[in-house]
């Protein structure tokens, strides 16, 4: 099943002058594409693992206790602090549409 791109994705896509479509490959979440040229960039966000805007919707659905999707999103960008800070990179491009 593809993942469903989340409104937080899409607005987080745009403000950064990206597309985002559901990933081709089946091991990534998002294709991402230059909202200038529509070229491909990178694919991201590996299937089986979570990301922010699925717990936030996961908290709301009663699925997961308050504050849960922050605690999450802290974690992540601590784990990830080394390769989520060079702008243009597929880490980069994690951290800004998925958390």
Do not use: C
Not at 65 to 94: I, M, V
């Amino acid at each position: 099943m593809p993942y469903e791109i989340t409104a937080y994705t899409k607005k987080r896509a745009k403000a950064i002058g990206a597309i985002v479509k559901p990933s081709k490959n089946p091991k990534h979440k998002i294709d991402v594409f230059s909202a200038k040229d529509g070229s491909f960039i990178t694919s991201v966000g590996a299937m089986g693992y979570g990301d922010f805007p699925t717990f936030q919707k996961e908290e709301q659905e009663g699925k997961r206790p308050k504050g849960y999707a922050n605690e999450r999103r802290k974690l992540y960008k601590k784990r990830h602090q080394n390769n989520r800070t060079k702008e243009g990179s597929d880490g980069w491009f994690a951290d800004q549409l998925l958390w």
